[in-house]
């Protein structure tokens, strides 16, 4: 069955709905990527046209999301209501992309579900109002493999060139289609173009095909090239590039990272109860209406999905500092299409059973896991705004020339009025992170600050499933820079102040400290 539907009537209909829900967020001042690179580059490019930003360390990614944050604070002006409407427009877009492909694909019903599934998926309903850039790279990608499907190539070199200028790393989808090309046609070719008869045309259009999947590298090339002349270095800053790609190349690593990406592909924040449900589903025949077997998705379609869900689930264990959930949002909307498709074959009843899928979705937004997680994966990172929100204005209102230690991001958001923190900027002192040795070491220098605020820099759950076992924390450490933040009451004593102001919301906690008489401290009290 196809869909009737107008895409521009769809796109409202999704606009209008994602733009009410976020509604409560829009406001926000801007959360730890957004405030430490995103947001500066794009305000940098307002304010200066530069597309290499200067009050932030460039890390080369290319600048198209950016440029269109900047177009709209331009015309309406500057807040972060602004950029993150111009972000649900992205959304919004991309998700008529999940609706077109799924409906191409499969069918309107399955093409309903699936949209539906994705926007309420925790991580990209979190991400659809973020100033970031890697949910606009995966809905390009989506109207890049529409037009893959119809084999309209000069779209597919569009939209995958539009990706690639969204995010670098949007190239690995046209590249794995050329290798799905280079196996599923062009062995064909020497035959068809050996009989020169009407399959020549299609032998062309393959190679044709070939072309457009290659056309992406390069305007990313020229990105990079411009970005070297401008900066002396092609792939972001040194720091940028040994955190990201060469402190990553490691088998131990890469087998730990690849186990985390196959969760975060297909169980992360409830998403086992879709790809459980279609695993049960397998087992069950297909659904017979009248005597006509409920239709499928074309295996070679099937295919395209998983080698493009492989190639990015295999990257994205390669490279990447940090194992980022929102980095696979290319690759996560084709698992829930293909699991939807799978429901709407094999159970009959299984609109239902996409009903309870979405409650569990959206009630991933609320709840937080037994396990470490990012908090802008789902609404915990209203809990951090809304925190250091309280805190920093109570520190701006009791202690406007005092100098404050603290950690990045906080340190960007108390120097930084335009981040929406705070109306002037305070005096920082900053640490690393809030790990006993960064504190001991900030303790030795107390007399260059006078309060300090303290934070909580990733979520600890009350009962972590895997943080027991000692092993998994050495690896944690050693490979993807995780410490243990000191409890708020241990960093006061440590500093040797008072905590004059705490908060604590859902596992996150903020508290500022002022600075009292030295005390003597003895490591071993902490267990370290």
């Not at 360390?57 to 269109?68: I, K, M």
């Not at 602004?82 to 499969?106: C, P, Y």
């Not at 999905?305 to 959930?325: D, W």
């Amino acid at each position: 069955m196809r869909s009737r539907l107008h895409p521009a009537v769809v796109f409202v209909v999704i606009f209008v709905v994602i733009f009410v829900l976020h509604v409560p967020l829009l406001s926000l001042p801007y959360f730890w990527d957004e405030a430490g690179y995103y947001v500066p580059a794009a305000r940098d490019l307002l304010l200066t046209g530069s597309l290499i930003p200067h009050t932030t360390v460039s890390n080369a990614h290319p600048p198209l999301v950016l440029a269109w944050i900047a177009l709209w604070w331009k015309v309406a002006g500057y807040a972060p209501v602004v950029a993150r409407s111009a972000m649900v427009v992205v959304t919004a877009f991309s998700l008529l992309g999940v609706f077109r492909l799924a409906e191409r694909v499969a069918n309107a019903e399955v093409a309903i579900a699936s949209t539906v599934c994705t926007a309420v998926y925790p991580v990209f309903f979190s991400q659809s109002s973020l100033a970031q850039v890697d949910l606009a790279a995966a809905g390009l990608i989506f109207w890049g493999l529409r037009a893959y499907f119809d084999e309209h190539w000069t779209s597919v070199a569009v939209w995958f060139s539009l990706a690639a200028l969204a995010k670098e790393t949007a190239i690995i989808a046209p590249l794995a289609l050329v290798g799905w090309e280079m196996v599923h046609r062009i062995p064909r070719l020497k035959e068809r173009v050996r009989k020169w008869s009407a399959e020549a045309q299609s032998s062309r259009e393959a190679a044709w095909g070939v072309v457009a999947l290659l056309v992406p590298i390069v305007p990313l090339a020229f990105w990079y090239g411009y970005h070297y002349s401008r900066t002396g270095y092609v792939f972001g800053n040194p720091e940028f590039f040994r955190y990201n790609v060469a402190a990553t190349l490691n088998p131990l690593r890469f087998v730990l990272a690849l186990g985390l990406r196959l969760w975060q592909t297909f169980g992360y924040l409830h998403l086992w109860v879709l790809t459980g449900a279609m695993a049960l589903a397998m087992t069950d025949p297909p659904v017979n209406d009248d005597g006509v077997e409920r239709s499928r998705i074309a295996i070679p379609d099937q295919i395209v999905f998983f080698l493009i869900i492989a190639a990015y689930v295999t990257s994205m264990a390669m490279v990447g500092g940090a194992v980022l959930a929102r980095y696979l949002l290319p690759v996560v909307p084709l698992v829930i299409i293909l699991a939807v498709s799978t429901l709407g074959r094999r159970m009959r009843h299984w609109k239902v059973a996409i009903g309870f899928v979405v409650v569990a979705f959206v009630a991933a937004w609320f709840w937080n896991p037994p396990y470490g997680f990012s908090p802008e994966d789902n609404l915990a990172y209203r809990d951090y705004v809304t925190l250091h929100e309280d805190a920093e204005r109570f520190l701006e209102a009791r202690y406007p020339m005092a100098k404050v230690l603290t950690a990045w991001p906080a340190s960007d958001e108390l120097t930084r009025p335009w981040l929406g923190y705070t109306t002037r900027p305070l005096q920082v002192v900053r640490i690393e992170d809030f790990s006993l040795e960064q504190v001991l070491s900030a303790a030795d220098f107390r007399s260059h600050f006078d309060v300090a605020f303290v934070f909580s820099t990733k979520y600890e759950p009350r009962h972590p499933l895997l943080d027991r076992w000692d092993t998994w924390v050495q690896l944690k450490r050693r490979f993807f820079g995780y410490e243990r933040d000191l409890p708020s009451a241990a960093a006061a004593q440590v500093l040797g102040g008072r905590i004059v102001f705490s908060e604590e919301r859902h596992g996150q906690r903020v508290a500022v400290i002022e600075m009292e008489q030295p005390q003597v401290f003895n490591a071993k009290n902490f267990g370290e």
